[in-house]
């Protein structure tokens, strides 16, 4: 478990351009888009909760919690 540590190398790789899903064993990952980052960013700044932005993106809601705050991670080290 890496959350609050600095990432390695490059701070943030470059989204897929399309979704892509990924199989890791039982489960299935789909990486956000920069799209879909954007859109997750807005629907933040209007105040819905996490659970109407998962229903709106088509995610769980612990996705949506995990990449918002990955997303404030990558712009936290982007200021340093």
Known sequence: LRQGLPPRGKLRRTPPAEPVAIKRGAHVYRPFTAAEDRQLLELEAQ??????IARRLGRKGNSITGRLATLARHEEYADA
């Open 47 to 52: 105040g819905l909760t996490t659970a109407e």
